[in-house]
């Protein structure tokens, strides 16, 4: 009898294990192993390392293929083996990576990962590294049209159609949906939901702000200074649209009077300087506002000027809350009236909630996510380096993803019941969005570059992005580096070009002037856009999604809607007329509960730089991973330290708050 030492993980979700009855059979070039249970009690427990004897009477030769299947007991469960290692009599090591639920007990077949090539998926010149199993993907994995003009998603009507793989694990799924029906109770809004009374006090909205929270209680206490609102283009949920002004749109016409009115400088000098700046919300231009129950709902499509002042403060100097100069679209001003002023930066503010939360937070982080989650697992093997490295980027998109369409975002869903952006726009603003976006945008050193913003003081999200996209790419680097030894094996990697190919065609539309590449010729364009992908999934997100209850549990600093049109003209506003145009206390209470349940992690979080699933066998991957990780808690303690000198501190792109992947 020879005897083959056999090792199986299993994943660390806290529902990957099983308690039913393992077999194993192992298939050799000589011969196979009878099918064996793997005997030992509580070895598939979630994390567990379990390691079993499997004898023959003489060796099989060498390995290239194993079969698992399990026996239930009454109750079903769904094991998540990571990998399956046999070491040989003849003291060979075979490995076949898994990563895949088995639910029934169907026998399932693994091949060894350096097991010969099965014939391509789809024709192609190109060399075939390793197959994704056609069946598995052509059975779970289906691209899906969800509207003209924007990313494709995964078919899916119902949470039973995603493969077990890609749900929430128990803990995940019952933590968000405690969090989800006890939202209101948590924020002191019980009772409010379905309100359709006017705030007539802002004391009254004062009363149900989260105390415990210090940043919403900054928020509560600066919202009206214009310094504080310039700080949010910097540091708040959206530091995606500010801009360096090298020169006044034609339909901004501003002039020095308006804005120096007693000098010293004017408006070319500081433009010169490089001390005024430009957010122009023109994706919202022209867009018809929702309707909440039957009543006209507004959004504006604002521009606004903000300078730069001697002592480092960002200012908003004009701001004009349409995009076509008219005698009925004034250019208010911080000379006008305290509540004409206020007014327009509220509209300001509401313009800002809407376009953040459909371009720079569902389109540039959810849905391009699922794109490349859904390509990766359509066309890149799992034993393939780039499944093993994005993998932790991917965990619980498809499942977060599904659920919003289901429950948020489409036509009837939550989002309509309280943000203006909701019905007819926010499909036209997520095309309008796609069509505009850029390669370069979602690479945060070149977009700091285009966006003039390199010498701006006090901007952490640009000083903590940068830091943190430098550590992801020579990570990257080296992981890639060490899988292709030159360009020429890039470029001949099938599964590669099949996972670009599809990222361009099903997520950017084939459109070529985004500038995403449609083939990899080099490693370095691949290093460039797996960074992207892995910073898009895990900092980014945190930076436009994590604050949002801090810098919106204050409704006022962010209403969702605005229930009157943008003032027409100036001397008409009053503390009684602003508080007639916030949303009422049913929209208040349900956008705050709605911010706080996506501001919120739960325990199982996994966050950036670990890879609990991902079993990285040879030496320098694996120490590549502990240089990453150690590079990832010094970038985390200077942003700590950093942080205590802050009266807001800025912790979006704290590694240790990071998480890896789009799952809120």
């Not at 119902?158 to 929430?168: A, G, I, K, Q």
């Not at 300001?348 to 990766?376: C, G, I, K, P, Y």
Request: net charge negative.
């Amino acid at each position: 009898m020879v005897d083959y030492k056999v090792t199986v993980s299993t994943g660390c979700r806290d529902d990957a294990g099983t308690s039913h009855k393992v077999y194993i059979k192992l298939m050799g070039r000589d011969g196979e192993s009878k099918r064996t249970w793997l005997e030992v009690d509580s070895s598939f427990i979630p994390g567990a390392v379990s390691s079993f004897t499997v004898s023959c009477p003489v060796s099989i030769g060498e390995l290239h293929q194993i079969e698992l299947d399990k026996k239930p007991p009454e109750i079903q469960d769904d094991w998540f083996p990571v990998k399956v290692v046999v070491e040989s009599p003849e003291g060979d090591t075979y490995k076949f990576p898994i990563f895949r639920s088995i639910t029934t007990s169907d026998v399932h077949y693994f091949d060894e990962e350096k097991a010969p090539v099965t014939p391509p998926i789809k024709t192609s010149v190109m060399a075939k590294s390793p197959q994704v199993d056609p069946a598995w993907r052509e059975t779970h994995y289906h691209w899906h049209s969800y509207g003209e003009g924007m990313p494709h998603c995964m078919k899916a009507k119902s949470l039973d159609d995603l493969p077990l793989e890609v749900h929430f694990s128990w803990t995940k799924s019952f933590e968000f949906y405690f969090n989800l029906l006890t939202g209101l109770t948590e924020l002191n809004l019980k009772g409010l939901a379905d309100s359709k009374e006017k705030w007539t006090d802002l004391d009254d909205i004062r009363g149900i702000v989260h105390t415990n929270n210090h940043v919403s209680g900054c928020v509560r206490q600066h919202w009206k200074e214009d310094a504080f609102f310039g700080y949010q283009y910097l540091n708040g949920v959206n530091p995606m649209l500010i801009r360096h002004c090298s020169a006044l749109p034609n339909n901004f016409p501003v002039t020095d009077e308006m804005v120096f009115p007693s000098g010293p400088c004017s408006l070319a000098e500081e433009i010169k300087k490089g001390n005024i700046f430009l957010c122009d919300y023109k994706l919202l231009d022209g867009l018809k506002a929702n309707i909440i129950s039957r009543k006209q709902q507004y959004m504006a499509a604002p521009l606004v000027l903000l300078h730069k002042t001697p002592d480092d403060k960002l200012k908003p100097v004009a701001i004009q809350l349409k995009q076509t100069p008219a005698g009925d679209n004034p250019i208010f001003l911080p000379t006008d009236s305290e509540y004409d002023w206020l007014m327009a930066k509220v509209f300001v503010r509401s313009a800002d909630f809407n376009l953040h939360q459909l371009n720079f937070h569902l389109l540039r982080t959810h849905l391009l996510a699922e794109v490349f989650t859904m390509s990766l697992m359509r066309n890149v093997s799992r034993t393939h380096l780039l499944h093993k490295l994005l993998l932790p980027h991917t965990r619980y998109t498809l499942h977060i993803n599904f659920l919003a369409r289901k429950t948020l975002i489409f036509e009837n869903g939550a989002f309509s019941q309280f943000v203006s952006s909701g019905g007819e726009a926010l499909k036209t603003i997520l095309k309008r969005s796609l069509s505009s976006l850029t390669y370069s945008s979602l690479c945060i050193p070149e977009d700091i570059t285009e966006r003039g913003l390199e010498a701006v003081p006090n901007f952490y999200y640009r000083d903590d992005g940068l830091k943190l996209w430098d550590i992801i790419q020579r990570f990257v680097q080296g992981m890639l580096s060490f899988h292709y030894e030159s360009d020429a094996e890039v470029w001949k990697d099938g599964q590669l070009q099949d996972w670009i190919s599809e990222i361009f065609k099903y997520g950017f539309l084939s459109q070529s002037s985004t500038g995403i590449p449609q083939s990899f010729t080099t490693v370095e364009e691949l290093v460039k856009f797996v960074t992207m992908v892995i910073f898009t999934c895990s900092g980014q997100h945190s930076a436009v999604n994590s604050g949002q209850y801090d810098y919106g549990g204050w409704m006022p600093n962010s209403p969702s809607t605005m229930q009157l049109p943008p003032p027409t003209r100036k001397g008409t506003t009053s503390e009684e007329t602003l508080l007639q145009a916030l949303p009422n206390k049913g929209e208040t209470a349900n956008a705050m509960a709605t911010l706080w349940l996506l501001s919120n992690s739960v325990s199982d979080t996994v966050h950036l730089g670990h890879y609990p699933d991902a079993k990285f066998d040879e030496t320098i991957p694996c120490e590549l991973i502990r240089a990453y990780q150690g590079e990832l808690q010094t970038l985390s303690a200077h942003i700590r330290l950093r942080n205590l000198s802050l009266e807001v501190p800025y912790t979006y792109m704290d590694p240790e708050k990071v998480e890896n992947s789009v799952a809120i």
